[in-house]
């Protein structure tokens, strides 16, 4: 009766064992199976990341200035000339300065896009200063529709070109002492991507062709503007 009671007791802790050692094979392999599956989200991330690299690299390479016409794939924007103007008696603390910059945009993608969308995904502009750079922009001036020489083409590049179309339009920068603009005659138009906030190429070097004097018009009357060439 002992030997079977010892029989019986040795077979239950070897089934014991075995049901343990299958579990623990069971166990391993789920673990193997999830860490293969993390490790292949991994490599998928880590490629995809490098082809957006790549990818992204081709373009900026792509991507310059040619004269006064920056060139993409998607589109072009030929650059005409940069104007400081004054908008006089804009508020009740005095002038508004402005910087205008005439330009058209030809669409080469194969979806409508405003020339402002394009301009502000590609290109930003920056004042050049003696040991540095300033870039202006921000968000856009109540004052605008009073550029009245301009008015149409500020209008333009609210609108969506269709793809193979060129239309003339123009950009508008408000200067504002408190945040650190300055009255220069020099800027620069800076290649960069807007996504990923870097900038690259070599930028086009904009000096004023002339600057302009507006006096805001009040609503019953008409605005005057004087030229300094």
Not at 92 to 113: E, Q, R
Not at 172 to 198: A, E, F, I, R
């Amino acid at each position: 009766m002992k030997k079977r009671y010892i029989l019986g007791a040795v077979g239950l802790v070897l089934l014991g064992l075995g049901t343990s050692a299958c579990s623990s094979k069971a166990d391993n392999s789920n673990n193997e199976q999830t860490n293969s599956k993390k490790a292949d989200k991994l490599e998928k991330k880590l490629n995809k990341a490098d082809k957006d690299a790549k990818k992204q690299s081709t373009e900026q390479t792509n991507n310059k200035f040619v004269g006064n016409t920056f060139k993409t794939n998607k589109g072009t924007i030929k650059i005409e000339r940069l104007t400081k103007v004054t908008l006089k008696n804009a508020t009740s603390d005095g002038d508004v300065h402005y910087v205008v910059i005439d330009a058209s945009f030809t669409n080469k993608s194969k979806k409508g896009v405003t020339p402002e969308d394009f301009f502000m995904d590609n290109l930003k502009l920056e004042q050049k200063l003696a040991k540095s750079s300033h870039e202006v922009g921000g968000e856009r001036s109540q004052f605008e529709d009073d550029l009245i020489p301009w008015k149409d083409k500020i209008n333009a590049k609210l609108d969506k070109v269709d793809p193979g179309q060129t239309v003339q339009f123009a950009m508008s920068y408000q200067l504002d002492k408190d945040d650190g603009d300055k009255d220069v005659d020099t800027y620069l138009l800076q290649p960069w991507n807007s996504d990923t906030m870097d900038t690259y190429g070599k930028p086009l070097k904009l000096t004023a062709s002339s600057t302009q004097t507006i006096t805001k018009p009040n609503d019953d009357s008409g605005s005057d503007t004087d030229t300094d060439d």
